[in-house]
């Protein structure tokens, strides 16, 4: 007896009709269309309506970040602009229900439940499609037999995504990356829009459009919450999650990658190593680590962290950052680097919340902002490190253009106000600044915006959830340019 025949037909076209209840009532559920849109949905909706061009559409990120409720709401939307209901389909690839069927074999039960002809002017939603052994070899099939159908597919397991997309899915697929929240879109589903004004600020000599706040205090109140809890919409939203963030980040964020995405897609064998490397280098955010250290600390051979830095970096839980010398060149050698949470409040999931006066403090809020940063996936970030003679030094974060071979700005991130009245302090930003020519650059404080001028160098003063909160505004500006 086949497994297939199993299950009923009837069932699962009565599945399907529960999944899409718009074929009945004309709308998607009420509890998504209560939901707040993410500020990205404006950037990945022109792609799910482009029918007319033969690509689907590959929604990825970290679990929780929200790709499901942007598929409702995408599906909301076409409805809004009069698609028929009837011509939507959703399928959540996860449930059990559809085991043993290809996406064609699914297809054909969804025609047959609103009883369509053909799958032209179609739209088709697969939720968690890396439930789908050979996913991408499926859907590059559909993508080629149903030219006027679009399809629009999500997945958590961003590894076998990136990897399979761009290997099997070459010209068929577009990718589309949802990362965790940015400070920007915190401040946007808290309808806290009010505390923040659009100003300009000085930056060598320049007046740059700029937000700024007129209550620091507030401000700084919902940054600190956002390092403690902001990463995901529904913690956000919800005190009752934010009271047990182990139990709902660690259980259904962390775990599942750690214990079932990764292995399953690896074939990683001892898990719990895995879980506390990853434990370790979450602890330690924002610290430098050498291979030797690591293997030292943690009994991993070398060539196994390297795997695990990969793996965790491929399922969106970490950034790894390489070093530049003082004169930002790269080194030849990888001995060293530091990995960053790809946001913060996992480590609050991890452990437990930090307060203003922790002394992890400083580290979070360069986790923080470097996971801002992240969002542009083709920004090349380093941090400098130098140790020449007398010569020491360290800078935060470092851009560097891979094709004039240069820097082109550096950030020195401090949770302090302390730089501002004491410049002359900031030896190696501005060491840093003299070497590479630099005439201007940009420290972070807790509440001082301003500018001051040394050794010819003009440093700018900003606020970190101040300069946290632009570089999503700018960021999300940027990406609807392209």
């Given at each position: 007896?086949s497994?297939?025949?199993?299950i009923p037909?009837?069932?699962?076209?009565?599945?399907?009709q529960?999944?899409?209840?718009?074929?009945?009532?004309?709308?998607v559920?009420?509890v998504?269309?209560?939901?707040?849109?993410r500020?990205?949905?404006?950037?990945f909706?022109?792609?799910?309506?482009?029918?007319d061009?033969?690509?689907a559409?590959?929604?990825m990120?970290?679990?929780?970040v929200g790709?499901?409720?942007?598929?409702?709401?995408s599906?909301?939307?076409l409805?809004?602009?009069?698609?028929s209901p009837?011509?939507?389909?959703?399928?959540?690839i996860?449930n059990p229900i559809?085991?043993?069927?290809?996406?064609?074999?699914?297809?054909?039960?969804?025609?047959?439940?609103?009883q369509v002809?053909n799958?032209?002017?179609?739209?088709v939603?697969?939720?968690?499609?890396?439930y789908?052994?050979d996913w991408?070899r499926?859907?590059k099939v559909l993508?080629d037999?149903h030219?006027k159908?679009?399809?629009v597919?999500?997945?958590?397991?961003?590894?076998a995504?990136?990897?399979?997309s761009?290997?099997?899915?070459?010209?068929?697929?577009?990718?589309?990356m949802?990362?965790?929240?940015?400070?920007?879109?915190?401040?946007?589903?808290?309808?806290?829009?009010?505390?923040?004004?659009a100003?300009?600020?000085?930056?060598?000599g320049?007046?740059?459009p700029?937000?700024?706040t007129?209550d620091?205090?507030?401000?700084?109140?919902?940054?600190f919450?956002y390092?403690?809890?902001?990463g995901?919409p529904?913690v956000?939203?919800?005190?009752k999650?934010?009271?047990?963030?182990?139990?709902?980040v660690?259980?259904?964020?962390?775990d599942k990658?750690?214990?079932?995405?990764?292995?399953?897609?690896?074939?990683?064998?001892?898990?719990?190593?895995?879980?506390?490397?990853?434990?370790y280098?979450a602890y330690n955010?924002?610290?430098?680590?050498?291979?030797?250290?690591?293997?030292k600390?943690s009994g991993?051979a070398?060539?196994?962290?390297?795997?695990y830095?990969e793996?965790l970096e491929?399922?969106f839980?970490?950034?790894?950052?390489?070093?530049?010398s003082?004169?930002a060149?790269?080194?030849k050698?990888?001995?060293s680097f530091?990995?960053?949470?790809?946001?913060?409040?996992?480590?609050?999931?991890?452990?437990?919340?930090i307060?203003?006066?922790?002394h992890?403090m400083?580290n979070?809020?360069?986790?923080?902002?470097f996971?801002?940063w992240?969002?542009?996936?083709?920004?090349?970030?380093?941090?400098?490190?130098?140790?020449?003679?007398r010569?020491?030094?360290?800078?935060?974060?470092v851009?560097?253009?891979?094709?004039?071979?240069?820097?082109q700005?550096?950030?020195?991130?401090?949770?302090?106000n302390?730089?501002?009245e004491k410049?002359?302090?900031l030896?190696?930003?501005l060491h840093?600044?003299?070497?590479?020519k630099?005439?201007a650059?940009?420290?972070?404080?807790?509440?001082?915006?301003?500018?001051k001028t040394i050794?010819?160098?003009n440093?700018?003063?900003?606020?970190a959830?101040?300069?946290?909160?632009n570089?999503?505004?700018?960021?999300?500006?940027l990406?609807?340019?392209?």
């Open positions: 007896m497994f297939d025949t199993v037909t009837a069932k699962r076209i009565e599945r399907l529960y999944e899409n209840p718009w074929w009945t009532t004309g709308n559920q009420q998504y269309r209560d939901m707040i849109k500020l990205y949905f404006n950037l909706y022109p792609f799910v309506k482009e029918i061009i033969k690509r559409v590959v929604l990120g970290p679990r929780r790709k499901t409720v942007m598929m409702f709401h599906i909301q939307e409805i809004q602009e009069g698609i009837q011509k939507i389909f959703f399928i959540g996860d559809y085991m043993h069927l290809s996406l064609e074999d699914i297809l054909l039960l969804a025609k047959e439940a609103v002809d799958l032209d002017g179609c739209f939603f697969f939720d968690e499609i890396q789908l052994k991408e499926h859907l993508v037999r030219p159908t679009k399809f597919v999500s997945g958590s397991a961003a590894a995504l990136r990897l399979q761009t290997e099997s899915g070459a010209g068929r697929f577009t990718d589309f949802l990362p965790p929240l940015t400070f920007h879109e915190y401040i946007h589903l808290k309808g806290l829009g009010h505390l923040v004004q100003k300009t600020i000085v930056y060598n320049k007046q740059i700029f937000f700024t007129h620091n205090k507030a401000f700084n109140k919902e940054f919450h390092l403690n809890f902001g995901y529904e956000v939203l919800s005190e999650i934010q009271s047990d963030m182990g139990r709902y660690k259980s259904d964020i962390v990658v750690l214990l079932r995405d990764l292995p399953s897609l690896y074939g990683i064998k001892d898990v719990q190593e895995l879980n506390s490397f990853f434990t280098v955010t924002a610290n430098e680590f050498s291979f030797e250290k690591l293997s600390d991993i070398k060539e196994i962290i390297k795997k830095l793996y491929a399922a839980l970490i950034k790894v950052i390489h070093k530049v003082d004169t060149k790269k080194f050698r990888i001995t530091k990995v960053y949470l790809t946001n913060p409040s996992l480590r609050t999931a991890l452990f437990s919340p307060t203003e006066t922790d992890e400083g979070m809020v360069k986790t923080a902002i996971s801002q992240m969002h542009r996936e083709q920004l090349d970030l380093k941090y400098a490190r130098w140790k020449m003679g010569s020491e030094g360290e800078v935060d974060i851009l560097l253009d891979n094709k004039l071979f240069k820097p700005w550096c950030v020195e991130v401090k949770w302090t302390r730089y501002f410049p002359q302090e030896k190696s930003l840093f600044c003299r070497q590479n630099f005439s650059s940009l420290v972070t404080t807790i509440d001082v915006l301003g500018n050794e010819e160098i440093l700018t003063y900003v606020p959830a101040v300069y946290a909160y570089i999503g505004v700018n960021t999300l500006e990406k609807s340019n392209w």
